[in-house]
T-cell receptor, first 114, second 118 residues
Framework: AQTVTQSQPEMSVQEAETVTLSCTYD???????LFWYKQPPSRQMILVIR??????QNATENRFSVNFQKAAKSFSLKISDSQLGDTAMYFC???????????FGQGTRLTINP | EADIYQTPRYLVIGTGKKITLECSQT?????MYWYQQDPGMELHLIHY???????EKGDLSSESTVSRIRTEHFPLTLESARPSHTSQYLC?????????????????FGAGSRLTVL
């Protein structure tokens, strides 16, 4: 069974700073997908960024980028120029190819301070 | 805005009552899911469906049941609610027919139903 571990329960940074959220996972699969989801307070979960394991190039979406280290089974999220609206729970998630089921980490509560 | 809707958003109910949490999506997605999330904690899959008349139990054991009679509708039912059922329930859907691109394998979530059983 796959497991996803987020070792930082909470993080807090000042607005405009850069912050990195850590995620490690355990799997014997070679083809899979990794995701970061964001859950703002009292609002619905939305996708931040997605990475296919077969792609060596790290995914980027505007201020959000990942550092995908397949051999180390590490998938960290970097948020540049952080904004107040980035305050949320961030979940790292794993999906085995063909499974269509997400396995989530424990989440990291990120607070951006003005 | 995501096209997946959950009702009720908040429900406080007494022990022993039967409840149904509704989930509907207008995207034509074939797969739908129910996740249970305790406050500030990770999500656990409790039910999923790969299409009409298909339902499976997820990784976390749950006393709830689901049905998938229509593609767009995936309600979750608790026949007799107990305080241990107090949690947030998130519905999600995905389209497995995509062959790639940014939308493949991406789950779209509803806003959640927060259930409190007294």
């Amino acid at each position: 069974a796959q497991t996803v571990t987020q070792s930082q329960p909470e993080m807090s940074v000042q607005e405009a700073e850069t912050v990195t959220l850590s995620c490690t996972y355990d799997t014997s699969e070679s083809n899979y997908y990794l995701f970061w989801y964001k859950q703002p307070p009292s609002r619905q979960m939305i996708l931040v960024i997605r990475q296919e394991a077969y792609k060596q190039q790290n995914a980027t979406e505007n201020r959000f980028s990942v550092n995908f280290q397949k051999a180390a089974k590490s998938f960290s999220l970097k948020i540049s120029d952080s904004q107040l609206g980035d305050t949320a729970m961030y979940f790292c998630a794993f999906m085995k190819q063909g499974a269509q089921k997400l396995v989530f980490g424990q989440g990291t509560r990120l607070t951006i301070n003005p | 805005e995501a096209d997946i809707y959950q009702t009720p958003r908040y429900l406080v109910i007494g022990t022993g009552k039967k409840i149904t949490l509704e989930c509907s999506q207008t995207m034509g997605h074939d797969k739908m899911y129910w996740y249970q999330q305790d406050p500030g904690m990770e999500l656990h899959l409790i039910h999923y469906s790969y299409g009409v008349n298909s339902t499976e139990k997820g990784d976390l054991s749950s006393e709830s049941t689901v049905s998938r009679i229509r593609t767009e509708h995936f309600p979750l039912t608790l026949e007799s609610a107990r305080p241990s059922h107090t949690s947030q329930y998130l519905c999600a859907s995905s389209d497995s027919r995509g062959t790639g691109g940014s939308g493949a394998n991406v789950l779209t979530f509803g806003a959640g139903s927060r259930l409190t059983v007294l």
